[in-house]
């Protein structure tokens, strides 16, 4: 018997029981993992990117949390001394066209509560980022680096101090709401607790289900592909360098990004996954698969984005393709500098509607909360997010 059942132990999971014992250390927790280690998935697979906040509506799930959990993140970093870089970031006009998205997102980010944003015009733009081309830009110095295995690491460190356990190669197979206790059924045992917090990623609609059977969205996953730049190659980015992202189409597009590692990373793209952890062009899941296609919401975003995603599918067949995308960016890249890297799957929740939700998503009643959609920044965002998952949880002892 627990106090708390945590379902996920990914970074967001991992965080959310990291503030619930800051706040009450007395507390019985448990965390309970269907891999054999924490943060496999979405945490394990993205470029490390500390976000500013600069692209999010002032005022949304992702504005706020973004903004505090920022200053949380760099905070602990420090205290814990987590490599980390802030190094900044350009994001750039290739025509007058995107000008106005530009501006936008500039006003967004003085909203956000940002400050020293700089605008370059086409010279200036050499100041930060020598090889990179465009006729205007924006200088976000907020932007940084790091590990976010790491610091999930850490967080599960601090937590084993406390009075909690992790328990890995546990998969939820059923939760069951009772007048006082909650039960949590996996593939090898039944745990009780008197409240459960779900905080699945790729799985997160699947796990609600199992206490809300009407819950209004779907998990489309979408697969990220990288490229790395080859040893000889990498002067050609000093920190960040991202494109104005297409309005259209609910991602940032493929980018570089100078990891924490010294590694310089290309990409990614956003092509529908087949299985919702399906790392490989090959990777296919029957149940993923059909859950996708069944789901009514899926048709309206076909219709809303065939041609978009005909053209991440041809980009992600297609190197040279793959290569003229990130020559907007620094036209002196080529074909042969590029080396196949690895992939993430990004957990994004569609409405029945087929809107793509562009903010965090959130399902509560008074024995469990269930985190339908944390996208990026989450892991930016997620001692913010542990914070207000921990407030509400205590609420209730």
Not at 247 to 271: K, Q, S, W
Not at 316 to 337: C, G, R, V, W
Request: hydrophobic fraction near 40%; glycine fraction near 6%.
């Amino acid at each position: 018997m627990f106090d708390i059942i945590i379902i996920g132990a990914g970074i967001v999971g991992l965080a959310s029981a990291l503030k619930i014992l800051e706040k009450n250390p007395h507390l019985k927790l448990l965390i309970l993992e269907k891999e054999n280690d924490i943060s496999k998935h979405q945490t394990g697979n993205n470029s490390g990117v500390i976000h500013s906040g600069i692209y999010y509506k002032p005022g949304s799930l992702k504005a706020i949390n973004c903004t505090l959990g920022y200053k949380m993140l760099i905070d602990f970093c420090d205290k814990y001394e987590i490599n980390y870089k802030i190094t900044g970031k350009i994001i750039v006009a290739k025509n007058e066209n995107e000008l106005p998205i530009l501006n936008s997102i500039y006003d967004r980010g003085i909203k956000n509560g940002l400050t020293g944003l700089q605008k370059l015009n086409k010279n200036q733009i050499k100041n930060y980022e020598p090889y990179a081309d465009g006729i205007e830009a924006i200088y976000v110095p907020q932007t940084g680096i790091v590990d976010f295995f790491q610091v999930a690491k850490k967080y599960l460190e601090i937590i084993l101090k406390h009075n909690a356990q992790i328990k890995f190669n546990n998969e939820v197979k059923e939760i069951k709401i009772k007048n006082d206790i909650c039960e949590v059924i996996t593939n090898n045992d039944t745990f009780q607790s008197k409240f459960v917090v779900t905080c699945a990623g790729l799985y997160s609609d699947r796990i609600a289900k199992l206490t809300h059977k009407n819950l209004p969205l779907r998990i489309i996953p979408f697969r990220g592909e990288y490229y790395k730049i080859k040893e000889e190659k990498k002067y050609l980015v000093n920190s960040l360098i991202y494109p104005v992202p297409n309005p259209e189409f609910p991602f940032l597009g493929v980018h570089f990004t100078r990891m924490i590692n010294g590694d310089v990373e290309a990409g990614p793209n956003a092509v529908l996954a087949f299985k919702r952890e399906g790392y490989k062009k090959t990777s296919f899941n029957f149940r993923d698969t059909i859950d996708t296609f069944t789901w009514k919401g899926f048709y309206s975003i076909v219709k809303k984005y065939w041609k978009v995603g005909l053209y991440e599918y041809y980009r992600s067949y297609s190197k040279n393709a793959f290569t003229k995308a990130l020559q907007n960016l620094i036209p002196e890249i080529n074909e042969n500098d590029l080396i196949e890297s690895g992939a993430g799957v990004r957990a994004q929740a569609c409405d029945i509607n087929g809107n793509l939700l562009d903010d965090f998503y959130f399902v509560e009643d008074k024995k469990v909360i269930h985190v339908c959609n944390a996208p990026s920044p989450a892991a930016t965002a997620s001692l913010s997010i542990g914070d207000n998952i921990a407030n509400k949880v205590l609420q209730h002892f």
